[in-house]
């Protein structure tokens, strides 16, 4: 299985501060197509996950553009430019090239 | 609007059977695969597996092959998830949500609101 590996484990940010997640998979995400399996979800508190990033640096739709995404091969990192309260949660990397699909740890984000 | 909706949290005991249920609107039932994902208490998400309601193909994770069973009744869009005899350790929050599988990869985008089990004696 991939395994997905996420750092830092908690993060406690000022709001408008910036902040960044980093996320290493134990094999190359990059299909011969081109295309890099590493998305991003956000578990707010008691909510289901939802989709922010999809391949590595699209926004799902109504994301706001504060949150960014980058990375390739096994390397990936999450940005979000200024903290707002509302992105308080547990945030998850997941790879999609190999089953099983496998999720990192999950980064929790708090605001001081 | 893309609506996943689950079946409400229940409370078994370890030996018994459970069925639990996501009911898909807003899209096309059988264009697109359902995934089920666990979260164990205070723990992080693990995939199970996932279902093509078009033809019922099925795909589980290794680590629930056989302790879990995947379904879909496409007559009324909903789709589930089975135990024949619950462990106390398959207390968890279960999740379906709506899964792209392509070629190069698969992904979750839209999720339902999660069904809490608790198997406890």
């Known amino acids: 299985d991939v395994v997905m590996t996420q750092i830092p484990l908690s993060l406690s940010v000022t709001p408008g501060q910036p902040a960044s997640i980093s996320c290493k998979s134990s094999?190359?995400?990059?299909?011969?197509?081109?295309?890099?399996?590493l998305y991003w979800y956000l578990q707010k508190p008691g909510q289901s996950p939802q989709l922010l990033i999809y391949?590595?640096?699209s926004r799902f739709s109504g994301v706001p553009d504060r949150f960014s995404g980058s990375g390739s091969g096994t390397d990936f990192t999450l940005k979000i430019s200024r903290v707002e309260a509302e992105d308080v949660g547990v945030y998850f990397c997941?790879?999609?090239?190999?089953?099983?699909?496998?999720f990192g740890g999950g980064t929790k984000v708090e605001i001081k | 609007e893309v609506q996943l909706v689950q079946s409400g949290a229940e409370v078994k005991k370890p030996g018994e059977s459970l069925k639990i249920s996501c009911k898909i609107s807003?899209?096309?039932?059988?264009?697109?695969?359902i995934g089920w994902v666990r979260q164990m208490p205070g723990k992080g998400l693990e995939w199970m597996g996932i279902?093509?309601?078009?033809?019922?193909?099925?795909r589980y994770s290794p680590s629930f092959q056989g302790q879990v069973t995947i379904s879909v009744d496409k007559s009324i869009s909903t789709a589930y998830l089975q135990w024949s005899s619950l462990k106390a350790s398959d207390t968890a929050m279960y999740y379906c949500?709506?899964?792209?599988?392509?070629?190069?990869?698969?992904?979750?985008?839209?999720w339902g609101q999660g069904t809490l089990v608790t198997a406890s004696s």
């Open positions: 949500a709506r899964t792209h599988v392509e070629m190069a990869t698969s992904f979750f985008d839209f």
């Open positions: 807003g899209y096309s039932f059988t264009s697109y695969w």
């Open positions: 279902i093509y309601p078009g033809n019922s193909d099925i």
């Open positions: 094999q190359s995400l990059l299909h011969s197509s081109g295309k890099t399996s």
């Open positions: 391949e590595v640096s």
């Open positions: 997941m790879q999609g090239r190999h089953l099983p699909l496998t």
